[in-house]
């Protein structure tokens, strides 16, 4: 949250900005002027998408960090065992003629 409140107040300024210039682009167009004001919804679903998505990325990974020893956590040389190595061998470099 040390980052996502900043993140979220510098969000809103640039949106509402962006939201001035934009909507009066579209209203130059469609000749119909409303509020350059964003609703009060946009703003419930910044804070919300913005406070929430955030929590729920970070969740998993403290929990799988936290549900471990620090020894296990911080131990970057046995990666866990669901690494998977592809090579691609062309027939010919192994000696095997496809015709």
Sequence with gaps: MLYGVP????GYFICETLFVYVS???FSYAAH???YV??????IYGLVFGT???????YMPSRKALGKTLR????KFHQSITE????IVKLEQMGISAV
């Design 7 to 10: 993140a979220l107040v510098c």
């Design 33 to 35: 002027v409303t509020s």
């Design 72 to 75: 296990e956590s911080l131990d």
């Design 38 to 43: 964003m609703t009060k919804e946009g703003w």
């Design 24 to 26: 009066n682009l579209m």
């Design 84 to 87: 998977v190595k592809i090579t």
């Design 52 to 58: 929430v998505i955030p929590l729920i990325c970070n």
